[in-house]
């Protein structure tokens, strides 16, 4: 199995910045992709941002130009800098991993959830 930990959310103001990470071990054969994804109250968890591991980089519209994912191989670590926050950003955000655990079998893995909570 593959376990996510993830680290880094809080209380921000409108407009300022957090920066989340998300450290992948246990069973890892080979990382396919890794990504972040928030879930707002009454809403359906929808995807921020993934990247994979030829560190091409997908981007939900909205946080388009004020959140940035980048990702340490060596560190099998995640990380989503997140500017210009606003109060719509508010939601649980949740690190997920594509892993191969060995040479033919893969899943998806999800952390715990880290709140991020931007105040107007």
């Known amino acids: 199995q593959v376990q996510l930990v993830e680290s880094g959310g809080g209380l921000v103001q409108a407009g300022g910045s957090l920066r989340l990470s998300c450290v992948a071990s246990g069973s890892i054969f080979r990382i396919i992709a890794m990504g972040w994804y928030r879930q707002a109250p009454g809403k359906q968890r929808e995807l921020v941002a993934t990247i994979n591991s030829g560190h091409s980089i997908n981007y939900e519209d909205s946080v388009q130009g004020r959140f940035f994912i980048s990702r340490d191989n060596a560190k099998n670590t995640v990380y989503l800098q997140m500017n210009s926050l606003k109060p719509e950003d508010t939601a649980v955000y949740y690190c997920?991993?594509?892993?191969?655990?060995?040479?033919?079998?893969?899943?998806?893995?999800w952390g715990q959830g880290t709140q991020v909570t931007v105040s107007s």
């Open positions: 997920n991993t594509r892993t191969y655990t060995n040479p033919t079998s893969w899943n998806d893995y």
